[in-house]
Every structure is written in structure tokens, then in C-alpha cells.
């Protein structure tokens, strides 16, 4: 079978076969992309095309590398390579016209039997429907949700072109009941598959037991919707007992906020405690899984975060937010502890009782192993994948 992705890929992944006009160091990993796609390409029976963009790239290039080949398109502004400023997003005011067509003229070329396009918050949707090709879209993140909680004129304009696509569209692969029942809301008449995240095999390395060190984790995109300023209200809550806790916190965000974060630290008097570690690759996330009594994640906002899925498949305990797509993710009391978002009460009140019980952290980490390396073992995600494409090519309206 013959296949084309339009999606965002970690160009990191393609160095240093990709010339670039600089290096690529840090950056969105979209590392379920790269799990599956690492999963579907070493099958016999698939001929694996990946389109993405990036503003990085000199000129179009075509990288083949392990068994998938990789069209890097150019995007953004050609003289600087760099993307769109956000004062004149170019790309989002056109309807990404321009990465519409080379979408279109790319497949045109490749002549793929079935596009699947990954995400509705770029042109890859959008893209992949211009095709004329069966067309599977699968939802990631939700901008017209994600606007509710953090308004800009970016989400304001993008999730107008991601209600565009799903309106359009016929065939989408979901998470979870939040995306399954967005994706219905704009188009009842969409048919929609069941694709879980492929999660990194490393995850699958890890053999979790309670550690001696009191030490807590929190990973995910410095962002105020990420509820990190939640958590560190929880921890001041718990001063007393966390005088010797270490709170580790992985992952990147604007210089500006994270000097906020500091302060906030800094008055709560927790700041002896709190480490900000910057980014982390995959194997460093586990290491520290293997070390941590507990995942925290209190966003505001979620579908189905990929640091959870992490958790749950490493079988570190999870307390998150009963937002969103999480509580499709985690059963309240047996694969983790769901508890009120914005409410440092509850959740402070949530890792006492956890913390309390060993045996209550053995259990949920038992029982969330064995429902998440099923869900997400990547060779499990591209096998449920690949049949769906068979599904979608079965219809005869494509053929008629």
C-alpha cells in the first residue's frame, strides 16, 4: 500500500541528510508522528511518503531514511528562514492557499492510494482533503477549544480554517470522547476510527517501583494553560511535608514566563525545591520517570496529552485534570486521579492521598501498564492504522 502523511515532522529526526539553514536543536518533537510512522515504515507491505514543511530548509528536498521517504517542503519567509511573523501570518490570512497546492502537486506526483493528514491547527487537513484522495484526518490538539481557555488572533484565525477541514472532511482517526464528540458537533456525518498515540519504546523499558527520594514530575510545554502555576500553589500547600521533595519541571516556554514562574516560586517559598530542566528527549523523561513518585499535569485544557500517555505506559502514577480527552485516558481511582482543574486544593489534598499509600501507588501503576502498553505500542497503533486505511479504500463511493 501506497501512503502519503502531511503532518509536522521533527526535522532532528532527518540530520544530517537535510540540509538546513541552520541547525535544528530544540522544537515541537511530535514524537507520536515519529513513533508510528518509525512503526509503519518497517512493515513490507507499505510504501510510507511523508510531506511536512518547515521555513528551515534551503529549497525543496526529498530525504529517504530508514524505510520512509521524507518531501520537506519550503515554507514561511524565503529570505530569512523563518516562519510568518505573527503580525502578518501570511499563511493563516490566505487559508494556506500556497501550502494547499504543493500539498496537492506533491501527491499528485507521488500517486499514493490514500493520504492521512495529522492534525486540523495547520494546512495538513486542509491539504490533504485538496487532494481528491481518500483522506484521513487525525485530531490532535483543538484550537477552537484551545481558544476558550488562552484567546489570541492566531487560535481566533486558526480555528476558523480547523472547522473548515472538519467540516469537510468524512474520515477521522480520534482519541478520545473530547475529540470524538468535537469532530461530531461540526460534522454529524463524520465517520470516526479509534487511533491512540504510538508512545516511544523507551516508555516500554521502564519498570516503575516507589522510589526513597520524594520526587515529583511535571512535564509539558510552559504555557499557563499546562497549570503549572496551579501546581506550584499545591506544592506551597504541602510545604511541611515537601520540605524535602524535589520538584522537577521538564519542558520549554517564553523567557518571559518562565521568569514569572521563578517569582512565583520565589514568594511561595518553594524555590529550593523546584527545578526547571529545560527540555528533555524522550530517554531523559524516562530516566526521570524511573526515579519520580508522580506525574502532575493540571492543565486547563487538554485531548490526550502525550506526557500522560508516557506516564501511563512507564507506569509512574498520574494525577491530571478531569479535562478534556483525560478522562478518557485515566480511570478515576485505578489508572490514576482525576481532580478539578485551577483547584491547588485538590490537587495538593489528591498527592497527599496518593503519596500516603504504597500500596495505592502499586496498583494504579499496575493496572495503568497493563491498559497502556496495549493502547500504545506503536506496533499496535500502526497495525489498528493500516486497517483502517483498508477500510477506507473498501468504500465503493471512492470508486465509482
Not at 511541611?240 to 518571559?256: C, E
Not at 512565583?264 to 530542566?277: A, W
Request: some cysteine; proline content about 7%.
Amino acid at each position: 500500500m501506497k501512503i502519503v502523511w502531511v503532518a509536522p515532522y521533527d526535522l532532528r529526526q532527518l540530520q544530517p541528510e537535510l540540509r538546513l539553514a541552520r541547525p535544528v536543536t530544540r522544537g515541537h518533537a511530535c514524537s507520536w508522528i515519529v513513533n508510528l510512522a518509525d512503526a509503519l515504515a518497517r512493515r513490507s507491505d507499505v510504501e510510507l511518503h511523508i510531506i511536512t514543511f518547515s521555513p528551515l530548509v534551503l529549497r525543496d528536498q526529498t530525504v529517504r531514511k530508514g524505510n520512509a521517504t521524507f518531501h520537506v517542503l519550503k515554507s514561511g519567509v524565503p529570505i530569512l528562514n523563518r516562519s510568518y511573523p505573527s503580525i502578518l501570518p501570511l499563511d493563516l490570512l490566505t487559508g494556506f492557499q500556497w501550502e494547499v497546492s504543493r500539498i496537492r502537486w506533491a501527491c499528485a506526483t507521488i500517486k499514493p492510494e490514500i493520504v492521512h493528514a495529522h492534525g486540523t491547527e495547520g494546512c495538513y487537513a486542509l491539504g490533504g482533503l485538496a487532494t481528491g484522495l481518500p483522506c484521513l484526518i487525525s485530531i490532535q490538539g483543538i484550537v477552537g477549544e484551545l481558544f476558550k481557555v488562552e484567546p489570541s488572533i492566531r487560535f481566533w484565525l486558526v480555528r476558523r480554517l480547523e472547522a473548515r477541514a472538519i467540516k469537510r472532511g468524512r474520515f477521522f482517526g480520534c482519541r478520545t470522547d473530547f475529540d470524538t464528540g468535537y469532530v461530531k458537533m461540526l460534522n454529524p456525518k463524520g465517520e470516526i476510527f479509534f487511533l491512540p498515540e504510538a508512545v516511544n519504546p523507551c516508555f516500554f523499558k521502564v519498570n516503575w517501583t516507589p522510589p526513597e527520594r520524594p520526587q515529583w514530575l511535571f512535564v509539558g510545554s510552559l504555557v499557563r494553560r499546562k497549570g503549572i502555576e496551579t501546581l506550584l500553589e499545591a506544592v506551597a500547600l504541602l510545604r511541611p511535608q515537601a520540605s524535602a521533595a524535589r520538584v522537577v519541571v521538564v519542558g520549554d516556554g517564553s523567557p518571559a514566563y518562565l521568569s514569572a514562574l521563578r517569582a512565583q516560586c520565589k514568594s511561595l517559598g518553594i524555590e529550593r525545591i523546584v527545578d526547571f530542566v529545560g527540555f528533555l528527549p524522550a530517554d531523559g523523561i524516562a530516566q526521570l520517570h524511573a526515579q519520580s513518585q508522580l506525574l502532575i499535569l493540571p492543565s486547563e485544557i487538554e485531548n490526550s496529552p502525550n506526557a500522560v500517555a508516557e506516564a501511563l505506559v512507564s507506569g509512574l502514577p498520574v494525577i491530571a485534570s478531569s479535562v478534556g480527552g483525560i478522562p478518557s485516558m485515566i480511570v478515576n481511582g485505578k489508572t490514576g486521579i482525576l481532580v478539578p482543574p485551577k483547584n491547588p486544593h485538590a490537587l495538593a489534598q489528591a498527592m497527599v492521598t496518593l503519596l500516603a499509600s504504597k500500596d495505592l501507588q502499586i496498583s494504579i501503576s499496575k493496572q495503568a501498564v497493563t491498559l497502556a502498553r496495549r493502547r500504545h505500542f506503536p506496533t499496535n497503533v500502526a497495525a489498528a492504522t493500516l486497517d483502517v486505511y483498508a477500510e477506507i479504500l473498501r468504500r465503493k463511493d471512492y470508486h465509482e
